[in-house]
């Protein structure tokens, strides 16, 4: 009499049955991986992709050989690609990640190809090298080297073409759908996006994808799925999409290239459905909108980009633009290169929309920047010209954002809130003279000092305010400058950027800009400096001054210290600069 089981417990046939199909599924769902070293010219491959909605299917691939040291520790595989609807497109954008098997086993993801190539061929990124390379890591970051640096987004990390039978293999570029941005945004930008090896046109937003929207699960994605990565959402959008190449868990791979080589990061993506193709002489692409958010892409490196299903990024910045009647509410990744490269492109195209590119104008930008544990950077300027207008005020709003998040990498971005208020007139004054009531003053005197400033359009305007010598001052010569404020911002950055070491510094030093609108009037005294290992001493006493001077190695340097400054609105953007000199007498 065969062994009854226990009431409640499956018999041992049914529990290796349920194993053996188990195993069974597991293997069809993680298919195994192919080295390299097994990969030889004239195997058969299949490949996986979208064409056309959210259904994935397969197309052929004849392995031509394969590239062997093409960059450090890198390989590639050439393949050509044929079915569906690729003898007329040929490689797409899109494309890149859509994963490619060997007998069944996972080899790699289409990853770069020959522009303006007749045939479908396409460097194949093998799948060993992707696995490795999202291993967390610190990653090499632009710097920005300081608040005026407006040329930071020209150093971000470009892709390298790769030489091949005397041709050149391009990463596929990345589709980058703006939606909700101006005509004019993409001209402007698309070159520097161009650059990076984005490709931007004008896209659609996702519908019912909202910032908040739920989560879709993680059955809706699978190998050769398309994805978009959602780098603002709202108003205004910015999602590049890419091809899924292999899920394990919760863990995702897909693009076989870089996106923006950021590193370690958060970023959250969509599954997107395909429209349309477009057929392209140059470079073919998929028309895709997102759908429902699945997940956060995690690390961003030079051969994959991966990310995590079923979970929402830590940190997406509210960011509020008010323009006018208009007003623009998104969400963006807070990550430290990508935060401020949005923020630009959403404040030119918010001041663009107003369908005002030539004639004098003035834009005036007020607001804050949050940041978690420090005080809020608050922002108060103005910019007028005859053109270019919100190219200007983009740039030079967003640098200093730019430049405190690259100098203290621990700085996290919380809210951004602004309000640019336009008038149809280039409003700007100019500094014409400069002088002090009295001309000569002793310690501890009260001094006047008055600045007289014009335009085409008005009469002369004069501000003026007072500062009290200190009593203890040497007699000598003082030195006074009325320039505009961001002159004064250049002049002191100089002096005490090697001072700005910390999130709470940066955050201090940006809170303590000037307007553009502002006449700083700087009273300063040339004293001399001489660098000790304790640091630099500024103007020592004379007896000590001596002893530093015949010091072997210590040179002293003069240097301006600042004895008061008065800062002055005059409404309006400042131009110019004036000089003269205070003596003080015993």
Request: proline content about 9%; hydrophobic content about 40%; some cysteine.
């Amino acid at each position: 009499m065969g062994a009854v089981p226990y009431p409640g417990r499956p018999s041992p046939l049914l529990v290796l049955g349920c194993v053996f199909l188990a195993s069974a599924a597991l293997s069809h769902a993680q298919p195994g991986i192919i080295p390299l070293k097994d990969v030889k010219a004239g195997q058969k491959a299949i490949g996986r992709t979208v064409f056309q909605g959210g259904k994935v299917e397969e197309f052929q691939i004849e392995i031509l050989g394969v590239l062997e040291n093409i960059g450090p520790r890198q390989s590639l595989i050439l393949g050509r690609l044929s079915g569906g609807p690729l003898a007329e497109t040929g490689v797409m954008q899109g494309m890149s990640g859509s994963p490619v098997y060997i007998d069944g086993k996972l080899a790699g993801a289409v990853a770069l190809a020959f522009p303006f190539s007749k045939a479908a061929i396409a460097g194949i990124r093998p799948i060993e090298e992707m696995f490795a390379a999202t291993v967390p890591e610190p990653a090499v970051r632009a710097a920005v080297h300081s608040p005026f640096d407006t040329h930071w987004m020209d150093r971000l990390p470009r892709p390298a073409p790769i030489d091949a039978g005397g041709s050149r293999l391009l990463e596929v570029s990345t589709p980058l759908a703006l939606s909700g941005f101006t005509r004019g945004t993409l001209e402007h930008f698309s070159p520097q996006l161009e650059s990076l090896g984005l490709s931007p046109r004008q896209g659609q937003s996702g519908g019912g994808l909202g910032p908040r929207g739920p989560l879709g699960p993680a059955s809706n994605l699978q190998p050769g799925s398309m994805i978009s990565v959602q780098l603002m959402s709202g108003d205004m959008s910015v999602g590049a999409d890419g091809t899924v190449t292999h899920i394990d868990g919760n863990r995702i791979w897909a693009f076989g290239h870089r996106f923006l080589a950021a590193g370690s990061t958060e970023m959250p993506f969509a599954r997107a459905e395909v429209i349309a193709l477009l057929p392209s002489v140059n470079n073919s692409f998929k028309i895709s909108a997102p759908k429902e958010w699945m997940g956060v892409i995690t690390e961003d490196r030079n051969t994959t980009v991966g990310g995590e299903l079923g979970r929402r990024p830590v940190r997406l910045v509210p960011v509020t633009i008010e323009a006018g009647r208009q007003t623009y509410r998104m969400e963006m990744c807070g990550d430290r290169i990508l935060a401020p490269m949005l923020l630009q492109m959403a404040v030119f195209s918010a001041i663009d929309a107003r369908e005002r590119a030539l004639g004098p104008e003035t834009v005036r930008v007020t607001g804050k920047v949050e940041f978690a544990g420090q005080r809020p950077v608050v922002i108060n300027s103005a910019y007028s010209g005859d053109f270019a207008i919100a190219l200007q005020t983009a740039i030079n709003t967003v640098t200093p954002l730019a430049y405190a998040m690259s100098a203290a990498p621990d700085l996290k971005l919380e809210r951004v809130t602004l309000r640019l208020d336009a008038a149809p007139a280039a409003a700007k004054v100019q500094i014409d003279q400069l002088w002090t009531v009295p001309k000569t003053a002793r310690p501890g005197q009260e001094v006047e000092i008055f600045a007289s400033l014009s335009t085409d359009a008005a009469a002369p305007r004069i501000l003026s305010g007072k500062f009290r010598v200190p009593d203890h001052l040497s007699p000598g010569p003082l030195v006074v400058t009325a320039s505009d404020g961001a002159t004064a911002n250049v002049q002191e950055y100089l002096v005490s950027s090697a001072t700005i070491r910390t999130a709470a510094q940066a955050v201090a030093y940006l809170n303590s800009l000037r307007s553009a609108a502002t006449v700083s009037i700087r009273v300063t005294r040339t004293d001399p400096a001489f660098p000790t290992p304790g640091g630099e001493l500024l103007d020592p006493p004379p007896s000590v001054a001596l002893l530093l001077a015949k010091s072997p190695g210590l040179t002293g340097t003069a240097r301006p210290s600042l004895i008061a400054e008065l800062r002055l609105d005059a409404g309006q953007p400042v131009s110019n600069s004036k000089t003269i000199q205070l003596d003080v007498k015993e």
